[in-house]
Structure formats: C-alpha cells, structure tokens
C-alpha cells in the first residue's frame, strides 16, 4: 500500500496545496511496517492541481492536515481515501499512527468560510497568495 502525505520540513504540511514535497510511504500492512519513503515534486510544480499526479504514482491513501473541495473530489474520483485533519508531525510518525490505529484526527484545516483551499476560494491555490 501506498500512503501520501504533503509535507514541508520534514513534517506534514496542514494546507495540502502549499507544501514543500510529497512523502510517499510504501507499508506493509500485514506487518505494520514501513518500507519505503520518497520525497517527490510534481514537475509543473505544487497546487491544488496535484491531487491528479498524486493518483498517478499509485497511491491508495492520503494523509493530510487540511484539503480543499477540488483535490479531495480528484481523489475520490481516482479511488483514493482521503484522511484530513491530521496532526503535524513527521512523515513517519504520522504513517505508524495510521497503521497501528492511533491516529486522531481533527477538523479539516481547510473547511470554513475563509478558506483558501479550494471551492469559492480555488483561485488561492497556488503559493504566493
């Protein structure tokens, strides 16, 4: 299985569109066991938009702070679980409290009125906003 996560410093990134990399977290989940992590960068950059690439390199399961409207209906249509409102800690960390079901999540950084993740707002997606 393949787990998803936007991160920035080596952590997760709360806002899905304005992080640094993607870590991508190959696990075994018979064992619990993490067997790989890559850092990637789609080449036409991060956006709002990278829910579509994300699909593409195999992902199952995306584990992010907050996300809006649009990448969260990409990744459902391609058939990924999307869980949000996790806690900003490292790549690994996050992985293992997904897989050992210790996993608490919160609200949805980016749900709300003012927020700039996507639905009304989607022209904020990009950085530099």
Known sequence: MKIAIPVENGRLCSHFGHCEA??????????????????KIPEEGISCQSAGWISEQG?????AGGMGARPMGIFEQNGVKVV??????????????YLDSSLVTG???????????????????????
Do not use: M, R, W, Y
């Not at 993607?22 to 850092?39: G, H, R, W, Y």
């Not at 992902?59 to 584990?63: D, G, S």
């Not at 709300?112 to 993740?117: L, P, Q, T």
């Open 84 to 97: 949000s409102g996790c806690p900003e800690v490292s790549a690994e960390e996050l992985v293992k409290q």
């Open 107 to 129: 609200k949805n950084a980016c749900e709300g009125e003012h927020s700039h993740c996507g639905g009304h707002h989607s022209h904020h997606c990009h950085h530099g906003e």
């Open 59 to 63: 992902t199952n399961v995306v584990l």
């Open 22 to 39: 993607f870590a991508f977290v190959d696990v075994n989940l018979e064992t619990k066991e993490i067997l790989n992590i890559e850092t």
